[in-house]
């Protein structure tokens, strides 16, 4: 039986447990590029215990990000700065992931703690932001969307090739493509923002299209040992919108094309949601096991998930098989040792590198004198 510290292998991949730090938009980059303060945030979650680390979401195009100092690797002087991540994460023991992605009409943005309204698009720090078609998200994303054509939907699908090239020679062991949380794919696939009447709108089976191609595109340049895996808005949790039955169908279909693993999250097409469950603990275990069973795929899930009990028994309940964590990776940098010494490993120390729990194995002190309290439960 698996638990939340069993290695888990994915193609030619091994983590050393089931905990991946989630990609996390941090507003530090400038001209799209990742710098020492990436480094210091990565370094210290792969020396913390995470198995499988991830930057931020990375742009595929200068227009994909989320505001100008948000990451991206269109170019190849974006190259560096990640592979500096990439070296350190491996150094430390963990996986190094990239989510890759494009926020579409959600793009041109303030920082949260300015106001995250959107920026129009003839201001310095704003563009023109495009979509499946021409329908403005709403809330504090204000100005009109310009709707791609075919050729600007090919071009991208380009661009998540070029991409996923650059993440390879930058040395990534793992490759997620971000369709969800409102973000272009995502838009894609909810009726809420594709009105289209092309190969690219209307059915389902158009609508997922999009991210077909897209995968297909980033499958012919990434190597077949190294995952390929999709955060999928599954639910835009609203009438008009996606429905999880039509998510459940959509990761059998990506499958047959190359994916690997899900990682199931939110649409958020709309800000009108209905009986949003974002108080509820683990409340995105249950679909995630739905698609496991029914899909036969490894699927990983986020939200809520911080309690160490909570995510080792999802995992020794084989409901899901990777636990994504975002704002308790940030909180607790060495929250996997945190969680062991709750869960009452045999061993809480040894998931870090071997240069520190050396320490903190044999240096005599009285008890707790390396600053961990005692457990507060024990499993």
Same mark, same amino acid.
């Given at each position: 039986?698996?638990?939340?510290?069993?290695?888990?292998?994915?193609?030619?991949?091994?983590?050393?447990?089931?905990?991946?730090?989630?990609?996390?938009?941090?507003?530090?980059?400038?001209?799209?590029?990742?710098?020492?303060?990436?480094?210091?945030?990565?370094?210290?979650?792969?020396?913390?215990?995470?198995?499988?680390?991830?930057?931020?979401?990375?742009?595929?195009?200068?227009?994909?990000?989320?505001?100008?100092?948000?990451?991206?690797?269109?170019?190849?002087?974006?190259?560096?700065?990640?592979?500096?991540?990439?070296?350190?994460?491996?150094?430390?023991? *963990?996986?190094?992931?990239?989510? =890759?992605?494009? +926020?579409? !009409?959600? $793009? #041109?943005?303030?920082?949260?703690?300015? @106001?995250?309204?959107?920026?129009?698009?003839?201001?310095?720090?704003?563009?023109?932001?495009?979509?499946?078609?021409?329908?403005?998200?709403?809330?504090?994303?204000?100005?009109?969307?310009?709707?791609?054509?075919?050729?600007?939907?090919?071009?991208?699908?380009?661009?998540?090739?070029?991409?996923?090239?650059?993440?390879?020679?930058?040395?990534?062991?793992?490759?997620?493509?971000?369709?969800?949380?409102?973000?272009?794919?995502?838009?894609?696939?909810?009726?809420?923002?594709?009105?289209?009447?092309?190969?690219?709108?209307?059915?389902?089976?158009?609508?997922?299209?999009?991210?077909?191609?897209?995968?297909?595109?980033?499958? *012919?340049?990434?190597?077949?040992? =190294?995952?390929? +895996?999709? !955060?999928? $808005? #599954?639910?835009?949790?609203?009438?008009? @919108?996606?429905?999880?039955?039509?998510?459940?169908?959509?990761?059998?279909?990506?499958?047959?094309?190359?994916?690997?693993?899900?990682?199931?999250?939110?649409?958020?097409?709309?800000?009108?949601?209905?009986?949003?469950?974002?108080?509820?603990?683990?409340?995105?275990?249950?679909?995630?096991?739905?698609?496991?069973?029914?899909?036969?795929?490894?699927?990983?899930?986020?939200?809520?998930?911080?309690?160490?009990?909570?995510?080792?028994?999802?995992?020794?309940?084989?409901?899901?098989?990777?636990?994504?964590?975002?704002?308790?990776?940030?909180?607790?940098?060495?929250?996997?040792?945190?969680?062991?010494?709750?869960?009452?490993?045999?061993?809480?120390?040894?998931? =870090?590198?071997?240069?520190?729990?050396?320490?903190?194995?044999?240096?005599?002190?009285?008890?707790?004198?390396?600053?961990?309290?005692?457990?507060?439960?024990?499993?």
């Amino acid at each position: 039986m698996p638990d939340l510290f069993s290695p888990f292998t994915l193609k030619g991949v091994t983590l050393r447990n089931r905990i991946a730090m989630s990609p996390m938009t941090m507003y530090r980059s400038v001209d799209g590029k990742v710098n020492d303060y990436h480094l210091m945030l990565l370094g210290s979650r792969a020396a913390g215990g995470f198995g499988l680390v991830f930057p931020e979401q990375i742009a595929i195009t200068p227009d994909g990000r989320t505001g100008t100092c948000c990451a991206g690797l269109w170019d190849d002087s974006q190259i560096e700065g990640l592979a500096r991540l990439c070296a350190l994460v491996k150094e430390m023991g *963990a996986i190094p992931a990239i989510q =890759l992605g494009h +926020t579409g !009409r959600k $793009g #041109s943005e303030q920082k949260p703690w300015e @106001g995250k309204r959107q920026i129009a698009p003839d201001h310095p720090d704003g563009w023109q932001v495009r979509g499946p078609s021409a329908i403005t998200y709403g809330g504090r994303y204000t100005y009109p969307v310009q709707a791609l054509s075919v050729a600007e939907i090919h071009a991208l699908h380009r661009a998540y090739a070029e991409a996923a090239r650059r993440a390879l020679a930058a040395g990534f062991e793992w490759l997620e493509m971000h369709f969800a949380h409102g973000y272009l794919g995502a838009s894609f696939f909810s009726p809420l923002a594709n009105q289209r009447t092309d190969a690219y709108g209307g059915s389902l089976e158009k609508r997922l299209r999009f991210h077909r191609e897209a995968l297909d595109a980033v499958r *012919a340049v990434w190597p077949e040992r =190294l995952p390929l +895996t999709m !955060r999928l $808005g #599954s639910d835009d949790l609203h009438p008009d @919108g996606v429905q999880f039955d039509d998510a459940v169908w959509a990761v059998g279909e990506l499958k047959r094309h190359g994916l690997d693993l899900a990682d199931l999250s939110l649409g958020m097409n709309t800000d009108d949601l209905r009986e949003p469950p974002f108080s509820q603990a683990a409340f995105m275990v249950e679909r995630g096991n739905r698609v496991r069973r029914e899909c036969g795929i490894p699927v990983a899930v986020s939200w809520n998930l911080g309690t160490p009990m909570i995510a080792d028994r999802v995992i020794r309940d084989e409901l899901i098989d990777l636990v994504f964590l975002g704002r308790p990776a940030l909180a607790n940098p060495h929250w996997p040792v945190w969680a062991a010494r709750e869960l009452a490993h045999d061993d809480p120390f040894s998931i =870090l590198p071997q240069d520190w729990s050396w320490w903190l194995h044999n240096r005599p002190g009285s008890e707790n004198s390396h600053g961990w309290p005692a457990p507060s439960v024990t499993a």
